[in-house]
């Protein structure tokens, strides 16, 4: 027995001896995404393992489905992964916490210089106050993709540009020469993302909310105003209806039939980041970017690029130092930057840019895609209205008026109150 | 009258293949989906899959100069191989092997932990044994979403996030009360006149147990492990919460692995990798079906 105690004693001694002796450090790293980001992303993990011995680095990748509450929940558990890819919209909700989950990427040995400062240092893009939370993993922005066959059987005309106004004739010709075919493809999600550049441009170029002072911008005369404009794009069949797109709703538009047979939509009302996989669904059609609507009478544009994703690093990882090596040779090394290509959208870095050019690695509907987006002057979201919450009544209101359940005017009461809460509560 | 009974036979019988065609449809469409590209999936409502007919076959030989039928054949299959092959560094192997070592131990340990707290619950009489009996029966009605983030926190706190340990340890300490509620009712029905001739002769009482009682519950602890194979095996939501790594996923979250956003979806890959995550399934059915039905039926019969 007293052996045995001992032999116990002696292993509970040796064991931290052997764990400091070898300095093996292992990292997690998360990220969303489907089959051809999460080989690009382990190949650029087994790179910096292979120059790093000593480093093992776990990779924990998924779909985007879930992906979020996981990671909330992990945050709050403080079981999250040292490198981490964030959801944009869900980075102020964790960068601005009181609990401090993330790293100012500022404070460690992050190497910014490939970057362009006026780009990452956008809210959206990982920046608040200076402190740095994350960096972006790419360019992109909305997108308009043109179905080039339906287009030319209505004559309509994506690349000249064009104002609201014509899109609401162009939706109700379309419409009445064929009652099943829509102007666009758009979820909730998509509209709410179309709605807040027609309010900037109809509204002085303001934002929802002013973050400095904790209030909205917008009286709830104005809000009346955006959400009867979101009844004419159902009323006036510029989208489908609302409880059909209900089914393809996030990052789903691509399964809807209507989409992939090819010719019930003139376009769809997508991201840079998806339009490939739209225009991959869609198997029978050629497509192109088109330019987006502006308002006649308004010099204010208010369509923005911004991220698909944001890398950061947790603040309780164990091996600060590492994590962030490791994320300085994923954003800064030309190898890695080669392997990753377009799997993240259009690269973050002129630097890697050249090198998917050089290469072909972007494809160009994509390329045409991040050109017309950066084409356009932005304002970008203010960062209360990037939050999660204040996102998520936006897109209730916009099924609620798509549905016919509320009115504008009532819509706009009902967000009126529901923002002016959330805005104080931050 | 005979001929009223073959009419009515004829009927029954035809109800019953009506249900059951509507019962097998989805797995049916799912397998010949497998063979479709996403374009067939979502343009045509026909079940039988294109690449099945000879114009398929034309089709590939056009593009495939010189192809022999064997080589068709191999090709028809690609959707099977290339899901098989996984996302990144594991294939469905690896996810297969992990299905395997969190569902085994976490049965037997279900088995093992059930059937001794059910023996005590219907063969002793000890102080708070209603209260506990209470206790377990409402633990029955607590959902699991409602246990699951203190259940989380704690196994946080303990280091057993991405481990197995969330799912043999509750197994282990009979957390499943629904088998415990079912063996309780199995054994009421075992009449005690068993237990009392065997400790006349002398046995104590993990031996009577042991060497009396188990051998009648067959029928229900096959039924209680069947269960409990398909529901952990199926199980999506609590290996998502617990499971991190890649390397440790199981079939359920492999599975979700290819359904991307942002990325192309190959829903004929997909639905092969369905077909394949629910072979186990299908054979275990074939395999116990005697059981599946023997054990329910028996359950509680005399209680």
Known sequence: ?426 | MKKKTVGRTFFSYLLIILIGIILIFPIVWMFCAAFKTNEEIFGSTGLLPRAWTSAGFHSWLAEHEGGSFGQYFVYLFHNFGESWAGTGRNSYATFFWNSFKLVMPTVALTLVSSTLVAYGFARFNFPGKKLLFGILIGTLMLPNAVVIIPRYAMYADWGWVDTYMPFYVPAALAAAPFFVYMLIQFMRGLPRDLDESAYIDGCSTFRTLVQILLPLMVPALFSAGLFQFMWTYNDYFNSLVFINSATKYTVSLGLRLSLDGESVVNWGKMMAASCIAVLPLIILFFAAQKYFVEGIATTGLKG
């Not at chain 1, 105003?225 to 691509?254: C, H, I, W």
């Not at chain 1, 944001?310 to 994320?327: G, W």
């Open chain 1, 1 to 426: 027995m007293k052996k045995i105690l001992a032999l116990l004693l002696v292993l509970c001694m040796a064991l931290p001896v052997v764990a400091l002796a070898e300095d093996s450090v292992t990292l997690r790293f998360s990220w969303w995404g489907g089959d051809e980001r999460h080989a690009a992303t382990i190949a650029v993990i087994e790179q910096y393992e292979a120059a790093h011995p000593n480093v093992t680095i776990e990779p924990e990748y998924g779909s985007s489905d879930g992906y979020n509450d996981k990671l909330a929940t992990q945050l709050s558990g403080g079981t999250a992964p040292d490198i981490i890819q964030i959801d944009p919209a869900f980075l102020p909700s964790y960068a601005l916490s009181d609990a401090g989950y993330l790293v100012d990427l500022k404070t460690t040995a992050f190497d910014f210089s490939l970057g362009d400062p006026a780009y990452y240092s956008l809210p959206m893009n990982g920046g608040f106050d200076g402190k740095q939370y994350g960096v972006p993993s790419g360019v992109s922005g909305a997108a308009i993709l043109v179905n080039n066959e339906m287009a030319a059987k209505f004559g309509l005309d994506f690349h000249t540009q064009y104002t609201w106004d014509d899109l609401f004739a162009w939706a109700k010709q379309v419409h009445e020469a064929d009652p099943e075919v829509y102007l666009f493809e758009a979820n909730k999600t998509m509209i709410a993302v179309a709605v807040a550049s027609w309010a900037k441009q109809n509204y002085e170029g303001k934002t929802y909310f002013d973050p400095n002072t904790k209030t909205l911008n917008y009286s709830e005369e104005e809000l009346a105003g955006v959400f009867t404009f979101v009844k004419r794009l159902f009323d006036e069949n510029v989208v489908a209806p609302v409880s059909y797109m209900a089914a393809y709703e996030g990052d789903n538009m691509q399964n809807d039939p209507n989409w992939v047979s090819g010719d019930k939509y003139v376009a769809c009302f997508a991201y840079t980041s998806t339009c490939e996989t739209l225009a991959a669904a869609a198997p029978n059609n050629t497509f192109s970017a088109g330019k987006f609507p502006l308002t006649a009478g308004s010099d204010i544009a208010a369509w923005n690029s911004n991220c698909p994703q944001v890398f950061a690093i947790n603040a309780k990882s164990a091996n600060l130092d590492v994590a962030v090596d490791f994320l300085n040779y994923f954003y800064n090394d030309e190898t890695a930057m080669a392997t990753l290509g377009s799997v993240r959208s259009v690269p973050p870095t002129a630097r890697a840019r050249e090198i998917c050019a050089e290469k072909g690695l972007i494809s160009d509907l994509l390329a045409q895609a991040c050109d017309v987006c950066t084409s356009y002057s932005g304002i970008p979201d203010d960062s209360l209205y990037n939050g999660s919450e204040a996102k998520q009544i936006m897109w209730d209101a916009i099924e609620e008026v798509g549905y016919g359940a509320a009115t504008p005017e009532q819509e706009a009461q009902n967000v009126f109150d529901q923002w002016t809460d959330y805005a104080a509560s931050k």
